[in-house]
């Protein structure tokens, strides 16, 4: 009888077990972060620049929709944000703007940034939007992006480029891609270990420095292009680039052995990983149900 007992209780527990590993699994598959991306400055008195950047999936909030956080955008400062802007769902629509949870009154949307330009009630993700409102930046236009699960980049079809310029010198040659930083779209000369070209998402410009700074948010530089939708480039095709001191950049990309895709969020402190305890609360989890199938076990 008790090899009986054994018996069911172990299938019991192998069924439960099983049943919820695979869908703590199915829920770390449809968790995915979104970019949202070319939101420009027009020129007017506040830039809204700092909008773009890879928000991360932080669970769910009202009906169930992702609820989603954009960390290190404290260079939204001039326009009243703060170090974090949030993507959430409140009264059919999406949103951009400040932490909503310090707004109690479910009937209104306080500390917003911008919008989805159309009421979406069914909507399930940020992506389904097709037009954003931003102000400041003018009219609804398609350009600006809801994509997932990163950032566009060059790295995966560009590892290399060539730049061709009549501006700094030092600005041109070929550049390789330096994923050490944790980042997309960052290049370093190779003739000269100081000089970068990067890709500044606050500012939404490309920008050739010998003082490479991340994590600032007007970064001194050498040259720079002006701010427009971004383009993407493959192997063998250039794009041309207005820059600020009145001259002109070709970027080409060049055919060379593409490295491993690199992610386009900030570095994590020392210590953590990088699915923000996800996977680890699937195998606490598990310890949980195999402890408690194990005493079930022993006790009958």
Not at 142 to 150: E, G, L, M, R, Y
Not at 156 to 172: E, H, I, M, N, Q
């Amino acid at each position: 009888v008790k090899s009986s007992k054994f018996t069911s209780t172990y299938r019991s527990c192998g069924m439960a077990f099983s049943t919820l590993f695979f869908s703590l699994l199915l829920t770390v598959a449809i968790a995915s972060d979104v970019c949202l991306w070319n939101v420009l400055d027009q020129g007017t008195q506040n830039s809204y620049t700092f909008i773009n950047a890879l928000y991360e999936q932080r669970g769910t909030w009202l009906a169930d929709k992702p609820f989603y956080v954009a960390n290190g955008t404290s260079c939204g400062a001039d326009s009243g944000s703060n170090d974090a802007v949030f993507l959430y769902f409140k009264l059919n629509n999406w949103w951009i703007g400040s932490d909503p949870r310090d707004n109690s009154d479910a009937g209104s949307v306080t500390g917003a940034f911008g919008q989805c330009a159309e009421e979406a009630p069914t909507s399930t993700s940020a992506t389904d939007c097709t037009g954003w409102l931003i102000p400041g930046v003018g009219n609804v236009t398609d350009d600006i992006i809801a994509v997932t699960p990163k950032c566009p980049s060059w790295n995966a079809l560009c590892p290399k480029v060539r730049v061709d310029t009549d501006g700094t010198g030092s600005c041109a040659g070929e550049f390789i891609a330096d994923e050490s930083f944790g980042v997309d779209n960052v290049y370093q000369s190779v003739t000269t270990d100081s000089v970068y070209w990067w890709f500044n998402e606050v500012t939404f410009e490309w920008q050739c420095t010998d003082n490479l700074q991340l994590s600032a948010c007007r970064p001194s530089y050498l040259e720079a292009s002006y701010a427009t939708v971004w383009q993407d480039l493959d192997v063998d095709n250039s794009i041309s680039l207005d820059l600020q001191s009145a001259t002109q950049a070709s970027v080409t990309c060049l055919a060379t052995n593409a490295p491993s895709p690199s992610p386009t969020r900030s570095p994590l402190p020392a210590g953590e990983d990088s699915d923000d305890g996800t996977n680890a609360l699937v195998v606490e989890y598990a310890l949980f149900w195999c402890a408690l199938c194990a005493l079930h076990m022993a006790l009958y």
